[in-house]
Structures are given as C-alpha cells and as structure tokens.
C-alpha cells in the first residue's frame, strides 16, 4: 500500500500570512493532484502535477512535485478566509493512471 | 457544467438498519467510484466500476456493503446492516475512463454523510 504522509495536520494562521503543505510518501507516483474539500462537500481538483520538478502555480497558490516524484508541495500566499478548508494530495501509482491514493490532509483555518 | 449528483446528502439511521446511496455521475464518464471518508482525513476507495464492471472491490466489507451500476450509468451503495462505525461521508467520483499513461481526472460529487445512531 502506498502511503502519502501530510503535514502539518493542522494550521491556522491569520489573513496575509504565507503557509506551505508537504505531501510525501516513499513511493512513486506517475501522477499527484490536489484538492482543496469544504466541510459538506466533496473535494475540488486545484492541480495536477505529472512530471518531476514541475511547478504550477494558480493564483496565489503554488505547487511543486519532487524531482524523484515521491513528494510534493503546496504554498500559497498571502492566505484568505477563503483558502480554509481540508487540504488533500492524492497520487496515482505508476501504470493506473485512474486510480488515486489519498493523503492525510491538511486542516487549514484562515482568520481575519 | 457538468456535476456528479448524490443522494441523499444528510441521513441518520440506526444501527442494523439498511441505507442506500445514489449516486448519477457525469453524463459520458465510463468510471465510477465510491469512497468512505471519515471526519478529517482523507478518502478511502472502497469499489470503482468501469462501466457496469467492478475493477476493484477489495476494500468493499463484502458481509455488509454491496453496490451496483447496472446500466453502466448511475449507481447505487447499500449498506445492510449498518454499524455505529460506518459513520462517515460517503463520496462518489466519476472520470473518462482513460487509459495508457494519461491522468485519469476524478470528479467527486458533494457526498452523503451517514450517521448511524
């Protein structure tokens, strides 16, 4: 089983603040997204990184995959009330591109 | 814009007690999950269907949870009877079913919390 260890588990943090979410694991992953879950939702794609290194940015939200592909990040600046929420990476294993083992999560609160 | 439909959203039961989820994913999507989220972590998948197929069920508690797509369209998770710990949100997702080494996006709905008294 391929496991990927979010952290921290927990944030909170006032308006304006930066933060940084780390996804890893030991494994490797030929895909990793993240979503971004309200409380009574389902969770909602932000991003999807395929190759190693890759950076992508959305926003005031940036995202990096590892170069070995087993980690990846999530930054975001100048957060907002708007950003909280649960915070999930999920990778897909090499060879099953449909299918997606979550991470952990990330709590993260934004307060004014 | 295209959405995965659930229902219900709320349901509270007792325990021994059947329930049953529905769930219509998007229109043209070949592959279907199911998920068991707990409060605060991440989802779990328990069946995914390719069409009307199961592809995987391997962490579907086969003594009590059953599911089925019959048609290859909507699909339907029953639990029976239901325990205190299947409280949980319970997600379905759909994709195009793609495959080779394209990422296969998954589209989640807004899912079903059980709670089960």
């Known amino acids: 089983t391929q496991l990927l260890e979010q952290s921290p588990q927990f944030l909170s943090i006032q308006e304006g603040e930066n933060l940084t979410v780390y996804c890893n694991s030991s494994s490797v992953f030929s895909s990793l997204q993240w979503y971004r879950q309200e409380p009574g939702e389902g969770p909602v794609l932000l991003v999807t990184?395929?190759?190693?290194?890759e950076v992508k940015k959305l926003k005031r939200l940036t995202f990096q995959f590892g170069d070995a592909r087993k980690d990846s990040s999530l930054h975001i600046t100048a957060a907002q009330p708007g950003d909280t929420g649960l915070y999930l990476c999920?990778?897909?294993?090499?060879?099953?591109?449909?299918?997606?083992?979550f991470g952990t999560g990330t709590r993260l609160q934004v307060t004014l | 814009e295209a959405e995965v439909a659930q229902s219900p959203r709320y349901k509270i039961t007792e325990k021994s007690q059947a329930v049953a989820f529905w769930c219509d994913p998007i229109?043209?999507?070949?592959?279907l999950y199911w998920y068991r989220q707990i409060l605060g972590q991440g989802p779990e998948l328990l069946v995914q269907f390719q069409d009307e197929s199961v592809v995987d069920d391997s962490q579907l508690p086969k003594d009590r949870f059953s599911a089925e797509r019959l048609k290859g369209v909507d699909s339907t998770l029953k639990i029976q009877p239901a325990e205190l710990g299947d409280s949980a949100m319970y997600l379905c997702?759909?994709?195009?079913?793609?495959?080779?080494?394209?990422?296969?996006?998954?589209?989640f709905g807004p899912g079903t919390r059980l709670t089960v008294l």
């Open positions: 997702a759909s994709s195009e079913g793609l495959a080779g080494g394209n990422t296969d996006t998954q589209y």
């Open positions: 229109s043209g999507h070949a592959t």
């Open positions: 999920a990778g897909s294993p090499p060879g099953t591109a449909s299918k997606l083992t």
């Open positions: 990184v395929v190759t190693g290194g």
